[in-house]
C-alpha cells in the first residue's frame, strides 16, 4: 500500500449540554441558574429591540453617522433586527469585493419588495386561429391538477409559421401567483472604511410604498422565521423521550407565551429537524467512504487516498486516485486540466476532476477531490495531496478557467507550470462581448489554426485594424 493517509473522523457529542439546557428550560435546576437565565433573556430581548439606547424601528441615517461595524455580518444582523421591528422582510442584493477579492468593500441590502417581477416568456399565435378554437388545445385544465399544461407545443410552431404578416396575440394563462414586487426603495448600504478598519452605513432609506406587517404576523415574515439552537436543542431532548415534534412545538410556543414569540413556524420546525437527520447521515456516508477507500487500498497497492477533518472533527477534503491514474500520469502528465464542478452532489462540496489527454486524444482521469469549499487555502491542500500522490513529478502545462482562487494556488504550489485558460471559457466571452461574426470568426482562428509566433503576431495586428 503506497501513500495511505487513513483515520476515522471523530463527531461531536453535544449530548451532555442538551440534556443539561433542557433540565434547565424545564425549572429542575437551581434558583440561580433561574435567574441567570431570565437575565439572559432579558438582555437578549433588549439586544434584538434597541440599539445603542434606541428602539430599532424609530433609528434613522444621522443615527448610525458614528457606528462602525465590525464586519459584514454584523452590518447584516442590525438590518435584520431593524426589519423585524418595523415589519417587513429583506434581500441581499449587491456585493463588491476589493480589486484582490480579499475584502468585501460594499454590501448592499434591499426590502424584498424592491424591484417588479422578471416576466416569462409566452407563446404566440394570429388571431385567426385562437377564433378557431387553437388555444383551447394549447392550454387546457387538468381536472386532477389545479394548474395550467401547456400542451402540444408543435402546434405553437406550426401557428407561428402560418402567422406570418399577420397579428399576433399572447396567450396568457389564468394561473396567476401573488405580486410581491412594489418597486419599494428601502434600502440600507454599508461600505468599508480602512482607516478605522470596519463599515459605515452610507445609505440608509426608511420609506416604504407597501403597507408593513402588523405585530400578530409578524411571525411570518421570512427573515424573522429563524430556529435557532437552544430551540432545537430543547426539541432533539424532547425526541430522545419520544415527544413528537409537533408537541415539542406547542411546548415551545407556550414557554414563548404565544405563537407570536417563538420566532418560526412548525414547518420550518420540521425542516431544522431533517436538517439534523441528514447531518447524522452525512457523517455516516463520510464513514462509508473512509472505509471504502480502505477496501480499494487493500485491492490496490498503488492507490492513494489523503482527507483532512475540520475542527470539528467532520470530513473536509478528501483526494484520491488509483494505480491506472498514477501510470497514465507518468505517460502524458505534461499537460494537466484543473477544473471543479460547482456542488452538483447532495452534499454541496465542490468536486475537483485532474484531467489529461493520451495519444489517441481520450480523456484520462488522473485524480479526483472532494473540497469543503473554492478559497485559495483549500485548492493548495488539494495540488499539494496531488503531488504528494505523484511523487512531486510536476506537469509542463495546467489548464484552468478563470477562477483567482485558482490561479493563486497554482501560483504556490506550482510556480514553473505555465498557466492557460480553457478555450472553452475564452469562446463563452468571446461571444458574449464581440457581436460581429466575422471577428468572433478571426479570433477563434487565432486560438485554433495552431499558427507559428511571427503568423500568430501578424494575423493578431491585422485583427485590431
Request: charged share 30%.
Amino acid at each position: 500500500m503506497e501513500g495511505i493517509d487513513l483515520s476515522t473522523t471523530q463527531t461531536e457529542n453535544s449530548d451532555g449540554s442538551d440534556e443539561a439546557k433542557t433540565r434547565d428550560s424545564f425549572g429542575n435546576g437551581s434558583d440561580d441558574r433561574m435567574e441567570v437565565s431570565e437575565s439572559e433573556d432579558r438582555s437578549d430581548d433588549e439586544q434584538c429591540t434597541m440599539f445603542n439606547g434606541k428602539p430599532y424601528k424609530d433609528i434613522e441615517l444621522d443615527d448610525l453617522s458614528n457606528v462602525v461595524f465590525k464586519s459584514v455580518e454584523e452590518a447584516e444582523m442590525f438590518y435584520l433586527h431593524y426589519s423585524v421591528a418595523k415589519g417587513f422582510s429583506i434581500r441581499k442584493y449587491k456585493l463588491a469585493w476589493n480589486s484582490e477579492n480579499t475584502v468585501i468593500i460594499r454590501r448592499e441590502m434591499v426590502c424584498a419588495r424592491e424591484g417588479v417581477r422578471n416576466k416569462g416568456k409566452k407563446s404566440r399565435v394570429c388571431e385567426e386561429d385562437v377564433d378557431a378554437g387553437l388555444e383551447d388545445r394549447l392550454i387546457h385544465k387538468t381536472k386532477k391538477e389545479n394548474k395550467q399544461k401547456v400542451l402540444h407545443r408543435s402546434d405553437v410552431k406550426d401557428s407561428e409559421k402560418s402567422c406570418r404578416g399577420k397579428k399576433m396575440v399572447k396567450l396568457v394563462s389564468s394561473r396567476s401567483r401573488r405580486l410581491s414586487r412594489q418597486k419599494c426603495l428601502a434600502q440600507f448600504t454599508v461600505k468599508y472604511d480602512r482607516k478605522k478598519e470596519g463599515y459605515y452605513a452610507s445609505s440608509f432609506r426608511t420609506e416604504h410604498n407597501h403597507p408593513l406587517t402588523r405585530l400578530v404576523h409578524r411571525q411570518f415574515m421570512r427573515t424573522n422565521r429563524l430556529v435557532k439552537e437552544h430551540d432545537i436543542a430543547q426539541v432533539n431532548a424532547l425526541r430522545k423521550v419520544s415527544v413528537g415534534t409537533a408537541r415539542a412545538y406547542e411546548f415551545l410556543v407556550h414557554q414563548a407565551g404565544g405563537h407570536e414569540f417563538v420566532g418560526f413556524t412548525i414547518r420550518d420546525l420540521y425542516n431544522r429537524v431533517q436538517e439534523e437527520n441528514n447531518k447524522l447521515l452525512l457523517d455516516g456516508d463520510a464513514q462509508c467512504s473512509i472505509m471504502w477507500m480502505n477496501m480499494k487500498a487493500i485491492r490496490d497497492p498503488m492507490f492513494y487516498c489523503l482527507f483532512s477533518a475540520d475542527v470539528k472533527g467532520r470530513l473536509a477534503n478528501m483526494f484520491w486516485r488509483d494505480g491506472q491514474s498514477y501510470t497514465d500520469y507518468c505517460s502524458y502528465g505534461d499537460v494537466l486540466i484543473f477544473d471543479s464542478t460547482y456542488k452538483t452532489n447532495m452534499y454541496g462540496k465542490p468536486l475537483v476532476v485532474f484531467v489529461g489527454t493520451n495519444n489517441h486524444r481520450g480523456t484520462v482521469i488522473f485524480g479526483s477531490a472532494l473540497l469543503v469549499d473554492e478559497t485559495e487555502e483549500t485548492y493548495n491542500w488539494v495540488l499539494t495531496a496531488f503531488l504528494a500522490s505523484m511523487k512531486q513529478k510536476k506537469p509542463v502545462s495546467v489548464i484552468t478557467d478563470s477562477d483567482e482562487a485558482m490561479r493563486k494556488a497554482l501560483g504556490n504550489v506550482m510556480p514553473e507550470a505555465r498557466h492557460r485558460l480553457c478555450a472553452w471559457h475564452v469562446g463563452k466571452n468571446v461571444v458574449s462581448h464581440l457581436k460581429d461574426a466575422g471577428t468572433r470568426g478571426h479570433f477563434f482562428h487565432l486560438i485554433f489554426a495552431g499558427l507559428s509566433i511571427e503568423d500568430w503576431e501578424t494575423s493578431w495586428e491585422y485583427l485590431l485594424q
